[in-house]
């Protein structure tokens, strides 16, 4: 098991930008794959991004971009051109890397065995 610790959230208005950071223990927290999950009030937990152990990352581009930083045990999501329909906690997860899976497999957030507790994100009109 490793801890994962979010950080970055607050309140931004519509169009800013933020970077979530989720921060691992361990060193070996650079064989994770490492997704973001977003549960909005009142609805189902929902995938963001993934960056898996290999270096893959989903989606590739877009609106939110995740990267990771090995020599800080880091993944970041930055999330760019955020709309009130982004708020919502924001999760980051991890498990241990898996060969030969495919992005539905990464999306499924029931495959993590670790969570960090969330940070918020409300983003203003």
């Known amino acids: 098991q490793i801890q994962l610790v979010e950080s970055g959230g607050g309140v931004v208005q519509a169009g800013d930008s933020l970077r979530l950071s989720c921060t691992g223990s361990g060193r070996a927290f650079s064989t994770y794959t490492v997704a973001w999950f977003r549960q909005p009030a009142g609805k189902e937990r929902e995938f963001v991004a993934v960056?898996?152990?290999?270096g893959v990352a989903d989606p590739a581009r877009g609106r939110f971009f995740i990267a990771r930083d090995n020599a800080k045990n880091a993944v970041y999501l930055q999330m760019s051109n955020l709309q009130p329909e982004d708020t919502a906690i924001y999760y980051c997860?991890?498990?241990?890397?898996?060969?030969?899976?495919?992005?539905?497999?990464?999306?499924?957030?029931?495959?993590?065995?670790?969570w960090g507790q969330g940070t918020q994100v409300t983003v203003s009109s």
């Open positions: 997860a991890a498990q241990k890397g898996v060969a030969g899976k495919g992005n539905t497999y990464y999306r499924d957030a029931s495959i993590y065995d670790n």
């Open positions: 960056l898996r152990w290999s």
